[in-house]
C-alpha cells in the first residue's frame, strides 16, 4: 500500500510560479512510476506528466511542455511538479498519482494509489 500527500498550492498571478509536492510512503514507493493529473470545474480529470521510477523517463501533456517540470527523489520519497509562467487555464486541483508500473504512463489505467489533490488557481 501506498500513501500520497500532496501540498504546495495556492493562489498565484498569471506567469507565476508554484511547485507542487507530493510525499509518498510505503515499503516500495520509489519502485514506481509517478504521475501528476489535474480537474478543472467541470471537466474530467487529466494528465500533466509522468516520472519513471528511476527519473530517467517523463511524460507531458502539450498544455504544459515546456512550462512544467516533474522531478522525483526517492531518498526523500517526494515528487515534484514545478509549474512556470501558469495561466488561469491551469487553475485547477492537482493530484499526485503512484502506478503500479515503473514507467512513466500517461494515462489513468496504470495508477492505482492517489493523493487528495491540492487547489491551484491562477489569476489573471
Known amino acids: 500500500q501506498v500513501q500520497l500527500v500532496e501540498s504546495g498550492g495556492g493562489l498565484v498571478q498569471t506567469g507565476g510560479s508554484l511547485r507542487l509536492s507530493c510525499a509518498a510512503s510505503?515499503?516500495?514507493?520509489?519502485?514506481?512510476?509517478m504521475g501528476w493529473f489535474r480537474q478543472a470545474p467541470g471537466k474530467s480529470r487529466v494528465f500533466v506528466a509522468a516520472?519513471?521510477?528511476?527519473?530517467?523517463?517523463?511524460s507531458y501533456a502539450d498544455s504544459v511542455k515546456g512550462r512544467f517540470t516533474i522531478s522525483r527523489d526517492n531518498a526523500k520519497n517526494t515528487v515534484y511538479l514545478q509549474m512556470n509562467s501558469l495561466k488561469p487555464e491551469d487553475t485547477a486541483v492537482y493530484y499526485c498519482?503512484?502506478?503500479?508500473?515503473?514507467?512513466?504512463?500517461?494515462?489513468?489505467?496504470?495508477?492505482?494509489?492517489w493523493g487528495q489533490g491540492t487547489q491551484v488557481t491562477v489569476s489573471s
Open positions: 516520472i519513471s521510477w528511476g527519473g530517467g523517463s517523463t
Open positions: 510505503g515499503r516500495t514507493a520509489s519502485s514506481y512510476g
Open positions: 498519482a503512484g502506478a503500479v508500473v515503473a514507467g512513466a504512463p500517461t494515462s489513468q489505467g496504470p495508477y492505482r494509489y
